[in-house]
T-cell receptor
Framework: GAVVSQHPSWVICKSGTSVKIECRSLDFQATTMFWYRQFPKQSLMLMATSNEGSKATYEQGVEKDKFLINHASLTLSTLTVTSAHPEDSSFYIC???????????????FGSGTRLTVV | AQSVAQPEDQVNVAEGNPLTVKCTYSVSGNPYLFWYVQYPNRGLQFLLKYITGDNLVKGSYGFEAEFNKSQTSFHLKKPSALVSDSALYFCAVRDGAGANNLFFGTGTRLTVIP
């Protein structure tokens, strides 16, 4: 089945530093990747949608200069949290799809998530 | 605009009893509906989806869901709950006529009591 690998699974960083999270599709080409943020006991909030080779589309209220997304290849997307602050501490999850949801595929495959703690 | 409602934050059920986790949706086009399960500090695991076809969808781990267009519902069900089913369940929808991102409900925490 489709597999998405997300690394690291957890990271602790100092306030003011930057952190990069990787999301890789291991056995399919991910035309589109999504980045979500999940606060404790809350749902997943879409941060941005990225298509390979083009700029990411950010949801309203998400700072594009703070959350840098790069989707340079069909198997890799990265989220960089720049100048991290304690309020950026959260669980970040990526998702990938080869294209529009359709028959014969599970539609969207999720990474295992990254727990970011900024101290 | 698309939306998903999971009216119950918490569902408790005894082991061996049937379980239902409720979900209703709103989209402007044809709905693509999904159920995912999340264990602590983990990503989402796919359970099942409805795109088209039979209204009763069977998925992983014995779960099933019924698409009801008139009630705009997609409730998740299982005939006999296991303690290992205890987790956080998310219903999600994509508007078939819109962007290809998923919109999630707020989640329902299922606790199966031994």
């Amino acid at each position: 089945g489709a597999v998405v690998s997300q690394h690291p699974s957890w990271v602790i960083c100092k306030s003011g530093t930057s952190v990069k999270i990787e999301c890789r599709s291991l056995d399919f080409q991910a035309t589109t990747m999504f980045w979500y943020r999940q606060f404790p006991k809350q749902s997943l909030m879409l941060m941005a949608t990225s298509n390979e080779g083009s700029k990411a589309t950010y949801e309203q209220g998400v700072e594009k200069d703070k959350f840098l997304i790069n989707h340079a290849s069909l198997t890799l997307s990265t989220l960089t949290v720049t100048s991290a602050h304690p309020e950026d501490s959260s669980f970040y999850i990526c998702s990938a799809t080869p294209g529009p949801a359709g028959e014969g595929f599970y539609g969207y495959t999720f990474g295992s998530g990254t727990r970011l703690t900024v101290v | 605009a698309q939306s998903v409602a999971q009216p119950e934050d918490q569902v408790n059920v005894a082991e061996g009893n049937p379980l239902t986790v409720k979900c209703t949706y709103s989209v402007s086009g044809n709905p693509y509906l999904f159920w995912y399960v999340q264990y602590p500090n983990r990503g989402l695991q796919f359970l099942l989806k409805y795109i088209t076809g039979d209204n009763l969808v069977k998925g992983s781990y014995g779960f099933e869901a019924e698409f009801n267009k008139s009630q705009t519902s997609f409730h998740l069900k299982k005939p006999s709950a296991l303690v290992s089913d205890s987790a956080l369940y998310f219903c999600a929808v994509r508007d078939g006529a819109g962007a290809n991102n998923l919109f999630f409900g707020t989640g329902t925490r299922l606790t199966v009591i031994p």
